[in-house]
């Protein structure tokens, strides 16, 4: 359910996700948030990512 949410979201607001997989560094995988400025971060989990999101964008209003 947050998949669906953070992707809706973060549409909307022009961010784009992308989920990254395994690797040695991040065994889990991880989110790949790209702001619409350009700027980047890696999130652990798509529930983390939807509270990121919500954090970034309503506080910027």
Known sequence: ?????????AERHGYKLRRVAASTAYPNGYVK???PDGSETKLPDWSYTLLW??????KSK
């Open 33 to 35: 948030v790209i702001a």
């Open 1 to 9: 359910m947050s998949k669906e949410q953070a992707k809706a979201l």
């Open 53 to 58: 999101l919500q954090q970034r964008i309503f």
